[in-house]
């Protein structure tokens, strides 16, 4: 069976197969964060037992919970990184 070229797959299918550059970058700020936590060693990456399960299901790394605004400040530093994911990757 002959596999498609990207141009033929329905923008429908697209968003389904492929992340956007968007996506991209807000994996790798999360990504990076949750990496620096566990002091950028792959020996002590946390396990999905680990994770904390939330209401729908979804894992989410312990950092982000740690991180969780408990004060004005802990707000404005979630604030801060949902900026930083948000923003447009910067061209090399």
């Not at 797959?9 to 956007?20: D, F, H, Q, T």
């Not at 807000?26 to 904390?52: H, K, L, P």
């Not at 790394?61 to 404005?76: C, F, L, S």
Request: charged share 25%; proline share 7%; glycine share 4%.
């Amino acid at each position: 069976m002959p596999i498609p070229s990207r141009t033929e797959y329905s923008n429908s299918a697209k968003e389904r197969l492929w992340s956007s550059a968007n996506d991209l970058y807000r994996n790798a700020v999360r990504n990076s964060i949750e990496f620096a936590s566990e002091g950028w060693n792959w020996r002590t990456v946390a396990d999905d037992d680990q994770m904390v399960q939330s209401p729908s299901g979804e894992r989410i790394h312990p950092i982000h919970m740690m991180n969780a605004p408990t004060t004005d400040q802990g707000k404005r530093d979630i604030e801060c990184e949902n900026d930083l994911m948000e923003s447009e990757p910067v061209a090399a």
